[in-house]
């Protein structure tokens, strides 16, 4: 099983419509079974996926979501027992739908976190929230979690959890200075996680985590498609954009690449592709709760 967060903490540039759709695409043309985790209290992942009556019955009847899993944990009860999924029909993955009650756990995260960072192995355990999940999904090939813009204590927890992260990225100098936080927050997470486990070596078990450790890659990156001039038939790009988009792979090799990765791979092997603007097909998709590739002019027709 491979666990991916995708994440940045710049909003606006498609983390959610690429996670689903890149979902949905392993388990209808790759034939794997997937997981999607929605850990952004926004939910954006979980109203793509389901239709309104669905959504409607996670939330008046009290299905299980995220916080189900969280909240235990953070109330002192110890690791949920059983975890609860659904299926989405059209997209055919397993989904932990989120819950907006999460942002308020951000500051129960963060109080825990300071703990953990002291060597509390209770605040050590909430820390490792997610990496208890995914001891729970070994029968997925891959569990995607989708997060919130931000470099909050939920993503933290995420990213502590996860095998690796893929960053989708806009074409302005604003994703630019997001690389650089990013990189100083995992930095700094790192060093923090790294010594508390050192500090607790004696009394690690307690922690009732296997191998609990950082052990977050970074995958790649995606960039959106901007808009182009055309000379004499020839697509041209616009000089702004095409300024930045040559230091994008630079800050990633420099800020990225260089701090979390393990392999040793070619800079421009970490660019994953660019993500087309596809106009009005976005919007039809999420109308109609279905993947990109599955959508067509009368999706979103009752």
Known sequence: MKSIAVFNNKGGVGKTTFLCNLAASLSQHGNKKVLVVDADPQCNATQYMFDDATVDEIY??????????VKPLA??????KTLHVRKSQTFRVDVLPGDPGMSLEEDRLATDWVQATGGDI??????????????????YDYV????????????RAVLVAVDGFVTPMSTDIFSIRAIDNISLSLSSWKRRLERALEDIADNVADLEIANPHWHL???GYLTQQYTAKMVRGEKQPVRAFDKIARKIPLRIEKQLVAHFTSRQRPADSFGLGSIPTLN???PLAQSA??????????SGES
Request: with cysteine.
């Open 75 to 80: 109330q002192g009860k110890g690791f949920v």
């Open 144 to 155: 995607f979690f989708d997060m919130g813009p931000s470099l909050g204590s939920i993503n």
């Open 122 to 139: 209770r605040g050590l355990r909430t820390t490792f929230l997610f990496s208890q999940l995914l001891s729970q999904c070994g029968h």
């Open 289 to 298: 709760h279905t993947p990109i590739f599955g959508s067509s002019p009368n």
């Open 280 to 282: 009005s097909l976005i």
């Open 217 to 219: 890659q970074f995958i």
């Open 60 to 69: 008046e009847k009290g299905g299980f979501t995220i916080l189900d899993v």
